[in-house]
């Protein structure tokens, strides 16, 4: 226990020293940026140098710039007021959230100004800053960026702070400013101009070794979601985005081990195919974890069919109703929810298609939370390695949609965003389960985490 304790307090010493170091660097270099993952404490540590800018600047206007200002007032404006102490206030400047606090006879004015969208640079035109801050600055519309380092232009001491989280190597940012910044610098090494650290989860002195292997744990190593999220590094996604093993691949079940089942409709358009899913809930007892099984699976596409082949909206309302009525079969039980994801005329449908079948008392609802593409990949990878989500083998094309699912790299290298990209074949359409089987995850996400 005490090699332990010593262990934590030697990552904590190395953590606030690294961050340290950054910050009294940052009182002599012009372009100061922390690069990590969530919870890293970047914006904490860029605060106080930003502040300590601020304070010996001989003059009064400063900006914070970020995506999402009210959210930029909540975190970075009250580590503001809580690191001076009761001395700052908030207040508004030209019907801007702003933070103003005396120091040294000058009334210290710091602005914060939304760069998200396209012309917010318009917003900034014309002030006159000293330095600036910007967080989750590989966010902000480029063109603001670089309006809003031209605003500290008339003076030779001011310095440009910002802080995000990793992207790929081909991101905006990255081509336009980092990569600039950085050669730069490598070519002028007698210059103090960019002063750039990369910091990691465990780099965040409050974690405790526990906290950090707790949220380790449900992340696979040799995800990209790792090596952003954990690591802090620079990910170009590539490749197969969910790894399959002989684990994930269930042999057989036992409907009577299942405490809970719902049911998930995907109605495919024109060129998407139309899923079905059934999921469960059981727990494993090895593992002592609760787990989602996918036990039955329904998958059709029009567009390879001929016009007398081809299934009407309300066809397919017929087709789901027969789905839940074997799912009962074979659990012995109704599912608790059946989920669609389609219009109120599908519903309808599927309301008299049920009740055909004397099954209309079972709650019918329309999918409410479909959440971001990047917690879905996210939610994937990490239940897939642990173990939480195992698919039955008669489920064939949801493991084969698993298998191909492979990350779009141009919408990363364009946005930064991590997607599953849209592989389309006129005969099996583009891995159509996979947004059924998100919605299943979606489902029992605050079962299983």
Not at 209 to 234: C, F, H, Q, T, W
Request: charged fraction near 25%; proline fraction near 4%; hydrophobic fraction near 35%.
């Amino acid at each position: 226990m005490m090699i332990k304790s010593k262990q934590q307090n030697v990552f904590k010493y190395i953590a606030v020293k690294k961050t340290a170091l950054w910050i009294k660097r940052s009182r002599e270099y012009r372009f100061n940026l922390l690069m990590g993952p969530i919870r890293a404490s970047k914006d904490y540590n860029a605060t106080i140098a930003f502040i300590e800018t601020v304070k010996k600047a001989d003059y009064d206007m400063f900006m914070i710039g970020a995506v999402d200002v009210k959210n930029a007032m909540r975190i970075i404006g009250r580590y503001i007021l809580n690191y001076l102490g009761g001395l700052a206030k908030r207040t508004t400047y030209m019907e801007a959230p702003a933070i103003s606090f005396p120091y040294n006879g000058m009334t210290k004015i710091i602005i914060f100004a939304g760069g998200k969208n396209q012309n917010s640079d318009m917003g900034i035109q014309g002030l006159t800053l000293h330095s600036i801050y910007l967080t989750e600055i590989n966010m902000l519309d480029s063109e603001f960026v670089d309006q809003a380092i031209k605003r500290t232009s008339s003076f030779e001491d001011a310095k440009i702070f910002g802080t995000f989280n990793p992207r790929g190597t081909r991101h905006p940012f990255m081509i336009r400013h980092l990569n600039i910044w950085k050669k730069y610098q490598d070519e002028h090494p007698d210059k103090k101009w960019l002063n750039f650290e990369t910091l990691k989860l465990f780099d965040n002195p409050i974690l405790t070794e526990e906290m950090i292997e707790d949220i380790k744990a449900s992340y696979d190593p040799n995800s990209v979601s790792y090596k952003r999220d954990i690591l802090g590094l620079i990910t170009d996604p590539e490749g197969a985005v969910y790894r399959i093993n002989d684990k994930t691949i269930l042999d057989e079940f036992n409907p009577l081990r299942y405490t809970d089942y719902i049911t998930v409709a995907d109605m495919g358009e024109t060129r998407s195919g139309t899923a079905f899913l059934a999921g469960g809930i059981g727990y494993d007892p090895s593992l002592k974890q609760k787990e989602l099984h996918i036990l039955k699976e329904y998958i059709h596409l029009n567009l390879p069919l001929n016009e007398l082949q081809r299934l009407s909206q309300t066809q397919y309302a017929g087709e789901y109703a027969h789905f839940i009525k074997d799912c009962i079969k074979i659990f012995n039980a109704g599912p608790s929810i059946i989920y669609y994801d389609g219009d109120t005329d599908f519903a309808k449908d599927l309301r008299i298609s049920l009740a055909k079948l004397g099954l209309g008392n079972i709650p019918i609802k329309f999918i409410p939370d479909k959440s971001t593409e990047v917690e879905r990949i996210n939610l994937g990878t990490s239940w897939l390695y642990t173990g939480k989500l195992r698919i039955y083998k008669e489920c064939k094309n949801t493991i084969e949609d698993l298998r191909n699912s492979q990350y779009d790299e141009k919408a990363y290298e364009a946005r930064g965003v991590m997607q599953r990209l849209s592989i389309f074949d006129p005969d099996t359409g583009h891995n159509d389960l996979l947004d059924a089987l998100d919605y299943l995850m979606l489902h029992y996400r605050r079962f299983l985490n």
